[in-house]
């Protein structure tokens, strides 16, 4: 579906602005996790737009969720930087992180105004934080090395420089990057962050470059792939000659696709002593965020509710390297009713 040829939905719905909005798994997803939450019936419709579209299909979108009644907002992937250059003026209001990050992947509205929000140094920090083991940096003193220096990459630091004291901090960013145009853009947003975590950025052409900041790392360290490279085009930003930190952990941030950069971690990881996480759990907080925002709805961000969601979802999950229908093993449980409306917190 392109902007210009969809029609207004008949009933309250939820839209999801990427690329190919149709294979994600949300679209399975999300209306499994309607029922559970109580948010009655309302669809989820895709709105497919290509990479750094016209600015004036981004204006079309916005246009279109803020002015029609039945819009109630939605989840912008890929799209995120393009769409705030080509529409900041029709928001009514972003948040501190959508401004400080030039970028908006949450749109809902309170009380007719059409706001934007940048979920993603949020939800990087708690898919961290269900993987990460507690007092890890203090006991550690290991650093973290983010491969890409895109959107999510920008995000997942932000997180990491803000961290409060006692949350623990990583005692160095290192963020790699196969060209210097991210980096430097980094850099500017980073320097209005006062942290005391330092950062150093490396210009990384080719993939050797990498192997050689991971042999860098300190025992302990995280290593990341906020590349894409698995899921958005072919291959590894590492090869395989690349060595993990022992005891370290390696976080591919995607959980869908051929991921090369996973299946190297896996290789390495009983003799390294790694733990190896994908991103889906990272999928799960990036929407129930969102969702929470636009139904303007309590949803936890753990325990048992949060479970719940995570257990309905998994159904529905495509697995690393599958490229068909997403997976749909087991029956999908009726799910046990656990909707809050939020009621007045922000002015409705
Ligand atoms: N699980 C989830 O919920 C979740 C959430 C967020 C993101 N993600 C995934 O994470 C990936 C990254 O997202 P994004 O928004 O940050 O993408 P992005 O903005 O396109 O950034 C990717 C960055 O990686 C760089 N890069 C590519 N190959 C490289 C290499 N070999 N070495 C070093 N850097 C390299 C690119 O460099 P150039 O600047 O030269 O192009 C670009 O800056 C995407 O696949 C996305 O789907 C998943």
Known sequence: ??????????RPTFYFVGVSTGQSSIMRVFPEWAKALGLGDCPIHGIDCRPHDAPEVYR??????????????????????????????????????????????????????????AKDPLTSGLALAAFLPPRHWAETGAEVCVLGAGGSSLALTTCLMKAAAGAGRPSRLIVTNRSTPRLASMKRV???????????YVHAPAPARNDAVLAGLPCGSLVVNATGLGKDAPGSPITDAATFPANGLAW???????LVFLEQANAQRQARNLHVEDGWVYFLHGWTRVIADVFD????????????LARI???FRRQPGESGPARRGGRVRPPPAFSRVRHGKTGD
Request: aromatic letters at 8%; proline letters at 8%.
């Open 190 to 200: 980073h320097a209005q962050i006062a942290s005391p975590v330092p950062v150093t």
């Open 297 to 308: 709805v309590e949803i936890p961000t753990g325990g048992p509710e949060f479970e719940e």
């Open 60 to 117: 079309r979108v916005v246009a279109f969720l803020k002015h029609d009644a039945l819009s109630l907002g939605g989840l912008v992937t890929t799209h995120k930087i393009d769409l705030l250059n080509a529409a900041r003026d029709l928001f009514d209001g972003l948040t501190p992180d959508a401004e400080l990050l030039g970028e908006v992947s949450c749109i809902f509205k309170r009380g007719g105004r059409l706001l934007g929000d």
């Open 1 to 10: 579906m392109t902007p210009f040829d969809f029609q207004p939905a008949d």
């Open 252 to 258: 591919e941030f995607n959980y869908r696709g051929a």
């Open 313 to 315: 979802a998994e159904p």
